[in-house]
C-alpha cells in the first residue's frame, strides 16, 4: 500500500486521504458540507430593496432594485393588509395585497387585519401611514377595510378618517323624476305644434324635424343614465 501510495500525485494523494477519512472517522460527513449562512434567495432580495412606494424618479440601476421593481409593479395599490399586533403602541404594520388575496378578496369584502376574515359590517378608513424608508421618514395616505373590532384597534390612540359611500341613488331617482315631467311636458308640446304650425306630414318628411331631435334627446338621456350606472357600479366596488 505504501508503494501505491508514493506512485501517486500529491492531488491523488490528497483525495485518497479525504476519503478514506470520511468513510472512516464517524461524523466527519459533516466537515464537508456547504456554509449556507450567506446565502441569498429572490425573497431576501426583494425585502432588502423593496420600497413601499416607488416615485416615478426613483431608478433601479441594479439587477437587485429591478427585481424588487418588477414584484412592486405586480401588488394591488387600492387596499393594504395591515397587522395590528402592536396596536396599543399606536404601531400599525402595512403592505399591499397579493393576487391571490385579491381574488379571495381579502382587504375589500374581507377585514384587511392579517389576522382576522370578517366579512360583516366593514369600514373603510384612510390612514397618513409614516414610515422610515432608507433613512429618510416618507408619508403614504392608504385606505383599510376593517371589521368594527378591529376599527377599534386602528383608532385606539387617534381616530382615524372614515370613508363613507356617497348616496347618489336619491339623486338619480330625482332626476328621472324631473326628466319624466320634461318629457311629458315635450309630448304635449309636440301634439299642439302641428296643429298651429304646418302639417304633421312636413315633419315626418324634413331631416330636421322635432320628432327626429326629440329621438335624439332620449338616446342622450338613455346614454346618460348608463354612465351613472356605471360610475355607482365603479364607486361602490372601490370602496
Known sequence: MSARLRNLNPYELHK???????????????????????????????????????EEDDVADTWEKQLAKKYYDKLFKEYCICDLSMYKKNKVALRWRVESEV????????????????????????????????????????????????SAKLNYRSKKREVKRLKRRSKRKKNRNDSDEDSEDNDERAEIEPEVGEPSTSQETEPGNDESLWKKGAQENEEKTREEEFEDYLSELLL
Request: aromatic share 10%; glycine share 4%; with cysteine.
Open 16 to 54: 485518497y486521504l479525504v476519503n478514506v477519512y470520511c468513510l472512516t472517522a464517524k461524523g466527519s460527513t459533516a466537515m464537508l458540507s456547504r456554509d449556507a449562512s450567506k446565502d441569498r434567495t429572490d425573497i431576501d432580495v426583494i425585502r432588502d430593496n423593496h420600497k413601499f412606494l416607488w
Open 103 to 150: 381574488v379571495l378578496g381579502k382587504g375589500q369584502f374581507q377585514c384587511g387585519a392579517k389576522r382576522c376574515n370578517n366579512a360583516t359590517d366593514l369600514k373603510s378608513w384612510e390612514v397618513n401611514f409614516a414610515y422610515i424608508e432608507e433613512n429618510v421618514k416618507k408619508n403614504a395616505l392608504v385606505k383599510l377595510r376593517l371589521c368594527p373590532e378591529c
